[in-house]
């Protein structure tokens, strides 16, 4: 069955109540949130594999992007890197995206995704791929239907009940999925429950465009049965305050070790591939390979809190119109067609 990022589990009849039970079982461990909060070396692994995915697949869909992204973390939260090196960084980027485009049936070539992101120089072979591609595998027990924010915009924008035309709403959308991609990049967002951050960025983009309506729709949320109030408060609050910029550039913060030259990426993955179970197999799932500014105005909540955000200024007016009219087709992050209308 084709993966929609927005809608993961369709074999599933209630939709809603599903989603909200296993959502934990996509997130990241709390000791690898603990080991990229203290040590800034994994940090640096984990920003210099995002940054390759992002160069890697900067021509394709967005949300395929932040697939990989998703792949990536859970793999690193459920294991050690297996070599942290610069060619199995990359190794592991490509593989990444290269399940995330089986997943949502992206037609590509795996020549596509090397020669990109200033390492030419490294070349797998599809073999080599896919053996990285099955450890990832393994290591996500084969859960490769992601929950993400991304399923929970069209329930939780079901609640704001707004009488607004198609346009509107799906402006709402759209500056909330822009939101949870740059979220992404943020550690400090890693512990919260996918749907809390669905939540929290979309009461963002409403304060943002109905700044008049923003008491509702937050009540809207808060009144939810499968939202924790507390969380909600405290990712609403690490969404404004963090930096979001337009481009990902990081500073390098720690030097890759250098390895015995004898590790290459054939023989690291035969050790790996060979000490995996076969009962990492054993789900349904079938993957084959083939070779081919304006400065806001913030509010910032607390349980104790009953925010009014003061009436729109004219540059608030203006961004409101931009986004009403043309947001959508003019923005630098182009939404793909899996987005599905609320």
């Given amino acids: 069955m084709e993966f929609n990022i927005e809608n993961p589990l369709t074999n599933l009849h209630d939709f809603n109540d599903s989603l909200f039970l296993v959502e934990s079982d996509h997130m990241i461990s709390e000791n690898y949130?603990?080991?990229?909060?203290?040590?800034?070396?994994?940090?640096?692994?984990?920003?210099?594999?995002?940054?390759?995915?992002?160069?890697?697949?900067c021509n394709y869909d967005p949300f395929l992007s932040y697939l990989a992204a998703n792949y990536l973390d859970r793999f690193l939260s459920s294991q050690e890197m297996p070599q942290p090196k610069p060619w199995m960084l990359r190794l592991l980027a490509?593989?990444?995206?290269?399940?995330?485009?089986?997943?949502?049936?992206t037609e590509f070539n795996l020549t596509d995704f090397q020669g990109r992101g200033g390492?030419?120089?490294?070349i797998f072979d599809t073999q080599?791929?896919?053996?990285?591609?099955?450890?990832?595998?393994?290591?996500?027990?084969?859960r490769m239907r992601s929950i993400t924010p991304f399923s929970f915009l069209c329930f939780f924008i079901s609640l704001f009940q707004l009488n607004e035309p198609p346009s509107i709403i799906q402006a709402l959308k759209a500056r909330a999925t822009?939101?949870?991609?740059?979220?992404?990049?943020?550690?400090?967002?890693?512990?919260?429950?996918?749907s809390i951050i669905s939540?929290?960025?979309?009461l963002s983009a409403s304060h943002e465009l109905f700044p008049l309506q923003f008491t509702t729709f937050k009540n809207a949320i808060l009144n939810c049965s499968y939202v924790n109030k507390?969380?909600?408060?405290?990712?609403?609050n690490v969404i404004l305050k963090q930096e979001i910029v337009m481009d990902i550039g990081y500073d390098d913060e720690s030097e890759i070790d250098t390895l015995s030259s004898s590790d290459t990426p054939v023989n690291v993955l035969d050790r790996r591939f060979s000490s995996s179970t076969e009962s990492d197999k054993t789900s349904g799932a079938t993957i084959t390979t083939t070779d081919t500014s304006t400065t806001a105005t913030t509010t910032q909540l607390s349980p104790n809190t009953n925010p009014n955000p003061p009436p729109p200024q004219p540059e608030?007016?203006?961004?409101?119109?931009?986004?009403?009219?043309?947001?959508?087709?003019?923005?630098?992050?182009?939404?793909?067609?899996?987005?599905?209308?609320?």
Avoid: V
Avoid at 40 to 55: G, P, Y
Avoid at 128 to 142: C, H, N, P, S
Avoid at 178 to 194: S, T, V
Avoid at 320 to 328: D, F, H, L
């Fill in 33 to 57: 949130l603990k080991t990229l909060k203290t040590r800034d070396f994994h940090l640096s692994l984990r920003r210099e594999a995002l940054s390759s995915i992002l160069l890697i697949s």
């Fill in 94 to 105: 490509i593989s990444c995206i290269s399940l995330a485009a089986k997943m949502t049936k």
């Fill in 199 to 202: 939540a929290s960025a979309l």
């Fill in 316 to 342: 608030r007016d203006n961004k409101r119109r931009k986004i009403a009219t043309g947001y959508c087709n003019n923005h630098r992050i182009q939404l793909s067609q899996t987005q599905q209308k609320c």
């Fill in 128 to 142: 080599t791929i896919q053996r990285m591609e099955y450890l990832i595998l393994g290591a996500l027990k084969w």
């Fill in 119 to 122: 390492d030419e120089g490294l």
């Fill in 230 to 236: 507390e969380n909600m408060f405290q990712c609403y």
């Fill in 178 to 194: 822009e939101i949870i991609f740059k979220a992404q990049n943020d550690i400090k967002l890693l512990e919260f429950k996918p």
